[in-house]
């Protein structure tokens, strides 16, 4: 596969025309490769006379090195194995729909059973039948320091970090900001700033909700679900359609995603490389 350094417009427009033809399961790097080719991570590609056919995308995240991947052949595949392996990574997270995943972790000579995830898009006028009403309100997160500290608090509790290693590793400041700039949504209550959301992906039709979290002394009394609300409208006042992802063991997700008119689409896997 060829690594990628510097994206021409040429070149872009190609990446762009195969990642759209699955634009929902691609949102987050269709949005890397639209709005910031700067931070962009490593970039692979296979290209044939007709186009792109294969694509490895490996970005850090502050915990992991997460790994999408698309393919249109065996062979593509065993390019993207190859390369995989060839890197070496320590802490590969991949990502992508269920089977595909189970492909290449066979490939890759894996025996492991995955727990899968739930892909999910809103049906709108479902949403729009249920007449939302909300506790608090929502803003975007400002880039000063007390809203610094308090990202760095969500995020950490968001991604289960425990050690001062893994809590550094996850908050890292030049990261957060990033993630700030880019739009972190915090849900106050009065006068308390009780949890957030961000986008991770928006494409021309779609924008993927990610990081959801209401803080623990706030839960079960209709927050989350009400954040969830918040961010449905933000995207649909850019005229978007919502998608999310959980994991198929966190029941009372599913139950509040599917009770606010969110529809299944597809299994969906998140796997670390051990």
Known sequence: MKKIGIITDDLKKKILEFLYHDEMYNAILIELIQNNTDNLGELYVNEAKEGITDILHIKNDGNSDFTSFLYTSENGLKDIACKIKELNYKKILLAG??????????????????????????????????????????????????????????????????????????????????????????????????????????????????????????????????LIGHMIEAAIQEQKTPILVTSVSNIAAMKTYESMGFERQGEYAYEFLD
């Open 97 to 226: 729909k269920l089977e595909d995943v189970n492909c290449l972790l066979k490939m890759l000579g894996y025996k492991k059973s995955i727990t899968p995830n739930l892909f999910y898009k809103l049906d709108i006028e479902k949403y729009k039948n249920m007449h939302m009403q909300y506790q608090g309100k929502i803003r975007i997160a400002s880039l000063k320091s007390k809203d610094l500290e308090r990202v760095k608090y969500f995020t950490s509790r968001f991604l289960e970090a425990e050690t001062e290693e893994e809590i550094k590793a996850v908050t890292n400041t030049e990261k957060m900001m990033a993630k700030m700039k880019a739009g972190v949504y915090i849900l106050d209550y009065k006068n308390n700033d009780i949890g957030m959301a961000r986008f991770i992906g928006k494409t021309d039709n779609f924008a993927e909700i990610t990081s959801v979290y209401i803080d623990r002394a706030y839960r079960n009394k209709g927050f989350g679900k009400e």
